[in-house]
């Protein structure tokens, strides 16, 4: 198990160094520079403009700002935004946090909603309460996220007047509870289905009828017996979904207009500010790297017969 | 092979103090799955009985009912599609039927307990087997999780797996098949019940693991005096352990005999088929007999006997008339005690 984990933890410096490099050849390919983007639509001096990439070190090629960027890295330092003098630690330490308590309230939202519904549906498979699910669910996958948002927005803030629009930038718990359904909606409607068929095979099962022979109560029949075999595919989908739901809080927060990690990645593009980008990204790389691997521990955990060497 | 000499002591029948009835008794029980292609009525009318430390043993092709009638004691049916729209099963003389699911679940486990044929996919895969054994004690017992492991263990070493405290935390898949089945066993005795139902308890192993998990099961059902029914289709293994014998055809009875009368003299055509397709070393090289035909098909039972339209005796009045499962005599009219068969011509196979 040690091991294993080790050879994953090893795992990662590849998959960190393929995306920080990849990212950060994107923001070198793109067109405009951050000293230009600063300036704005103002004619400035050519020449100033040059002694100033040069002094940031923006001249040099592609393979040297990359080590530029990842020995800083190495020594702690994201990098400095130009435009506003700002370190780039800070602007990540103001918005990861909110980014981060959407997606995970988004998350448990989905876990605990999600799974609820499926075993409710699940147990009754193919009763009136099955087929509705199974029409919400469907409905959920269907229907973008972002129309969902915009719908809830009208809804719930413009029609009802019930929360506000835009959410602040503290995003204090109460006001994320909107966009976090939004958020977690589709990955709910996925839980769902899938603990809901989960739950309706395993049903079926031999060791069931067994736990049944034995006279166990019904709690114990399907609280212990039903749902620990039913949740082994659902804790699957669950481990690669929460790099989804960081990827989807993008989306959401520009909706709501929330001061998280979309917003920020947003306006970083705008300025060009790479190694903003770069910070960001690969910190949702590893939150989902992490994520995954904690998931797959969780897995063995649920299912002796998978054993991690 | 296995022989147990069922004279030799046996102590007194448990439960044979209180009714003086049977064990178990099954009445006229009926069962049918309603399928989207209609109604299959899988048993048709069983009757048997049990007593405390008797072997009886169920025979009959694939598809006869002999699971579908040990499910509906047991009270594990699928309803729905399963309904049971007659019948009755006494155990100890009162109607399981017509009790409470608690009251029907106090005796599942504790009362009579089941082993099924694939104990691989009839253990929770995600559960050690010491959990799944201390559970029989934690829930009926109430005892502590720590008494229950050594409860476990004890059973373990009981039905002979070796190393049983180091195994105790292992997962079923840890085992093989024939571990796995003495483990199902061991479930099943955890609270001494005074029946066990086996269904096919080993055919899913291979000879030799049979003969020893036979001999277990067997050696146990003595030691505690137990009431046993055993499903097989398989007439070698019960010749050495069965104390009786019914023989099951399209969801019915069709013939009942204590165990060594019915391999010298059967009273069904049926069972002469079936003796007739046991392998015999003295016919090395013959051709072996099988019954021709396919069983019936449930949705469609054939009127008359089920059997007419496989039966080498079968008569016009085969295909119209219903044979009933009556007593069987000797030719002066001597009854014999515990035969009975359920076909218009029992004298001309036993006798003829
Ligand atoms: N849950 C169910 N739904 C529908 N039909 C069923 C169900 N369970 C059993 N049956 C039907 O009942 C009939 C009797 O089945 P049963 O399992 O009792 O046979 P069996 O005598 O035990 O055969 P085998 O030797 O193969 O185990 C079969 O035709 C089967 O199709
Ligand atoms: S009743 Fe007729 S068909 Fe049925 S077993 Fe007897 S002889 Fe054969
Ligand atoms: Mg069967």
């Given at each position: 198990m040690?091991?294993?984990?080790a050879?994953?933890?090893?795992?990662?410096?590849?998959v960190?160094?393929?995306s920080?490099l990849?990212?950060?050849?994107?923001?070198y390919a793109?067109?405009g520079?951050?000293?230009?983007?600063?300036?704005g639509?103002?004619?400035?001096?050519?020449v100033?403009?040059?002694?100033?990439k040069?002094?940031?070190?923006l001249?040099?090629?592609?393979w040297?700002?990359?080590l530029?960027?990842?020995?800083?890295?190495?020594q702690g330092?994201?990098?400095?935004?130009?435009?506003t003098?700002?370190p780039?630690?800070?602007?990540?330490a103001?918005a990861f946090p909110?980014t981060i308590r959407?997606a995970?309230?988004?998350?448990?939202f989905?876990?605990?909603?999600g799974?609820?519904?499926?075993v409710?549906?699940?147990?009754?498979?193919?009763?009136?309460?099955?087929r509705?699910?199974?029409l919400i669910?469907?409905?959920?996958?269907s229907?973008?996220?972002?129309?969902l948002?915009?719908?809830?927005?009208v809804?719930?803030a413009?029609?009802l007047?019930?929360?506000?629009p835009?959410v602040?930038?503290?995003?204090?718990?109460d006001?994320?509870?909107?966009?976090?359904?939004v958020?977690g909606?589709?990955?709910?409607a996925?839980v769902?289905?899938?603990?809901r068929?989960?739950?309706?095979?395993?049903l079926?099962?031999?060791?069931?009828?067994?736990a049944?022979?034995?006279?166990?109560p019904?709690?114990?029949?399907i609280?212990v017996?039903?749902?620990r075999?039913s949740m082994i595919?659902v804790?699957t989908?669950l481990?690669?979904?929460i790099?989804?739901l960081?990827?989807?809080?993008?989306?959401?927060?520009?909706?709501?207009?929330?001061?998280?990690?979309?917003?920020?990645v947003?306006?970083a593009?705008r300025h060009r500010?790479?190694s903003?980008v770069v910070?960001?990204?690969?910190?949702?790389v590893i939150?989902?790297?992490?994520?995954?691997l904690?998931?797959?521990l969780?897995?063995?955990?649920?299912?002796p017969r998978i054993?991690?060497? | 092979m296995i022989?147990?000499?069922?004279?030799?002591?046996?102590?007194?029948?448990?439960g044979?103090?209180?009714s003086?009835g049977?064990?178990?008794?099954v009445?006229?029980l009926?069962?049918?799955f309603?399928?989207?292609d209609?109604?299959a009525?899988?048993v048709n009318?069983?009757?048997y009985?049990?007593?405390?430390?008797?072997t009886?043993?169920v025979?009959?092709?694939?598809?006869s009912?002999k699971?579908?009638t040990?499910q509906?004691?047991m009270?594990?049916?699928d309803?729905?599609p399963?309904?049971i729209p007659k019948?009755?099963?006494?155990f100890?003389?009162?109607?399981?039927?017509k009790?409470?699911?608690?009251?029907r679940?106090?005796?599942?486990?504790?009362?009579i307990?089941?082993?099924?044929?694939?104990a691989?996919?009839?253990?929770n895969?995600?559960?050690s087997?010491?959990?799944?054994?201390g559970e029989m004690f934690?829930?009926?017992e109430?005892?502590?999780k720590?008494?229950a492991?050594a409860?476990?263990i004890e059973?373990?070493?009981k039905?002979?797996?070796?190393?049983?405290?180091?195994?105790v935390?292992?997962?079923?898949?840890?085992?093989?098949?024939g571990?796995?089945?003495?483990?199902?066993?061991?479930?099943?005795?955890a609270?001494e019940?005074d029946l066990?139902i086996?269904d096919e308890?080993?055919?899913?192993l291979d000879v030799?693991v049979?003969?020893q998990v036979m001999d277990?099961?067997?050696?146990?059902?003595?030691?505690?005096?137990?009431g046993?029914?055993?499903?097989?289709?398989?007439l070698?293994v019960?010749?050495?352990?069965?104390d009786?014998i019914?023989?099951?055809?399209?969801g019915r009875i069709v013939e009942?005999s204590?165990i060594?009368e019915l391999?010298?003299?059967?009273?069904?055509?049926?069972?002469r088929g079936?003796?007739?397709?046991?392998?015999?070393?003295?016919?090395k090289?013959?051709?072996?007999?099988a019954?021709?035909?396919?069983?019936?098909?449930?949705?469609?039972?054939?009127?008359?006997?089920a059997?007419n339209p496989?039966?080498?005796?079968?008569?016009d009045?085969?295909r119209?008339d219903?044979p009933a499962?009556?007593p069987?005599?000797?030719?002066d009219?001597?009854?014999?005690p515990?035969?009975?068969?359920a076909?218009?011509?029992?004298k001309?196979t036993?006798?003829?």
């Open positions: 040690g091991r294993y984990v050879r994953r933890l090893l795992q990662m410096i590849p960190f160094i393929g920080t990849l990212v950060f050849s994107m923001m793109l067109p520079d951050p000293v230009r983007a600063l300036a639509e103002q004619a400035v001096d050519p100033q403009i040059a002694a100033m040069k002094e940031l070190g001249d040099l090629p592609l040297h700002q990359y530029n960027y990842l020995t800083g890295l190495f330092d994201f990098g400095t935004q130009i435009a003098q700002r780039v630690a800070e602007e990540i103001r909110i959407l995970l309230f988004a998350f448990v989905t876990t605990v909603v799974i609820a519904m499926g409710f549906a699940g147990l009754k498979a193919d009763m009136l309460r099955d509705t699910l199974l669910t469907l409905l959920l996958i229907v973008p996220s972002f129309v948002g915009f719908l809830a927005q809804f719930f413009h029609q007047g019930w929360v506000d835009n602040s930038p503290e995003a204090a718990w006001e994320l509870v909107l966009p976090a359904v958020l909606s589709l990955s709910l996925y769902a289905r899938l603990t068929t989960s739950v309706a095979e395993n079926r099962a031999d060791y069931m009828r067994t049944v022979a034995k006279g166990l019904r709690r114990r029949i609280g017996h039903l749902l075999n595919p804790v989908f481990g690669t979904d790099g989804t960081m990827g989807g809080a993008v989306v959401t927060e520009g909706i709501f207009n929330v001061q998280g990690v979309g917003n920020a947003f306006q593009l500010e790479g903003t910070g960001i990204v690969t910190l949702i939150v989902y790297l992490v994520a995954s904690l998931v797959d969780l897995y063995a955990v649920l299912d054993r991690y060497a | 022989t147990i000499d069922k004279k030799t002591d046996v102590p007194a029948p448990r044979a103090e209180d003086g049977s064990l178990l008794e009445r006229d009926h069962v049918e309603h399928t989207r209609g109604v009525k899988a009318g069983v009757n009985s049990v007593n405390a430390g008797e009886l043993a025979l009959g092709e694939s598809g009912g699971s579908v040990a509906a004691i009270g594990i049916l309803m729905p399963g309904r019948g009755e099963i006494l100890r003389g009162e109607d399981m039927l009790m409470s699911y608690e009251e679940r106090n005796i599942r486990g504790r009362k307990a089941m082993i099924f044929q694939d691989l996919s009839s253990l895969p995600v559960l087997v010491g959990y799944q054994l934690r829930v009926h109430g005892m502590s720590k008494q492991k409860k476990s059973l373990m070493d039905v002979k797996i070796p190393a049983a405290a180091a195994r935390n292992d997962y079923p898949h840890q085992f093989s098949g571990m796995r089945q003495r483990i199902m066993i061991a479930m099943a005795l609270l019940p066990i086996a308890p080993t055919t899913a030799t049979q003969a277990l099961l067997a050696d146990l059902q003595r030691e505690y005096n137990m046993l029914i055993l499903i097989t289709h398989d070698g019960v010749a050495d352990v069965a009786k019914a023989v099951m055809y399209a009942q204590p060594h391999y010298k003299r059967p009273a069904h055509p049926y069972t079936l003796l007739d397709s046991i392998p015999r070393l003295d016919q090289g013959q051709e072996l007999f019954i021709k035909g396919l069983p019936p098909n449930l949705l469609h039972v054939p009127a008359g006997c059997f496989r039966c080498p005796k079968a008569q009045v085969c119209t219903f499962l009556v069987v005599t000797e030719q009219g001597t009854e014999l515990g035969r009975r068969s076909c218009h011509f029992w001309e036993i006798h003829g």
